[in-house]
């Protein structure tokens, strides 16, 4: 497998993070659709452990969409308040359980057109849903997973979109989620934004953007 900018070996980078990274399950705390949905919901703009301090109190409160549709808001801000962002979110999280509960017969969809029409779910959090619900593939993007991508020169594109498009173009599709996942950590574990860690980086050999760190 290789691509065109750089004749780099795609198969040795997927290798290498693969290496690096073998355990590759999402670290929000879920045990079906509905609560898995509230977590990647919930996550914008915050960390998967401080999700996860809030979701156990708030699915034994509210544990289904129907339930959580009729949540008293002020009550659901106070729990997720420590997330940042609480008002927006709860407003998200109780319109997208109206809908799942109007439109979806209470259960979360597959389709990513409909995931994406529930409030508070983008592209990025429909394709965390599918692949760890469902395990279809796709690509997750995110700051982190554009950057590593970038600088790896499997994509020049910047709008999240347009990366998901390309990088799904050179990905098989058995591997989307697990690159997904593996450029993701690299992205938070050496390739910061600033300052990367390059000289300690597995694929320092064969990056192209070794040494410069620039997104
Ligand atoms: S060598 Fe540096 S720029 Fe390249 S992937 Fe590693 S940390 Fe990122």
Redesign the pocket.
């Known amino acids: 497998m290789e691509y065109s900018k750089t004749n780099i070996s795609l198969s040795e980078i997927i290798k290498r993070l693969n290496a690096e990274y073998p355990d590759r399950e999402t670290l929000l705390i879920h045990t079906d659709p509905f609560q898995l949905m509230v977590a990647v919901s919930l996550s914008a703009q915050t960390t998967d452990a401080g999700v996860n301090k809030v979701t156990p109190e708030l699915f034994r409160r509210w544990p289904d969409p129907a339930a959580l549709a009729g949540a008293d808001a002020v009550e659901l801000e106070a729990l997720i308040h420590s997330l940042g962002f609480f008002r927006q979110k709860t407003c998200n999280l109780i319109a997208a359980a109206r809908r799942l509960v109007e439109e979806f017969g209470g259960k979360v969809p597959r389709e990513i057109n409909h995931l994406i029409s529930l409030p508070g779910i983008g592209r990025k959090s429909a394709n965390v849903i599918r692949a760890h619900v469902w395990n279809l593939p796709g690509i997750i993007v995110d700051t982190h997973f554009g950057r590593?991508c970038r600088?790896?020169g499997l994509t020049d594109a910047k709008d999240p979109e347009k990366v998901e498009r390309e990088i799904a173009a050179l990905i098989p599709e058995d591997l989307q989620i697990t690159f997904s996942m593996t450029a993701n950590f690299?992205g938070r574990r050496?390739?910061m934004s600033r300052k990367?860690?390059?000289a300690g980086?597995p694929?320092?050999d064969i990056?192209p953007?070794?040494?410069?760190?620039v997104g």
């Open positions: 590593v600088r790896l690299h050496y390739c990367p860690n390059c980086c694929l320092n990056c953007k070794f040494g410069v760190g």
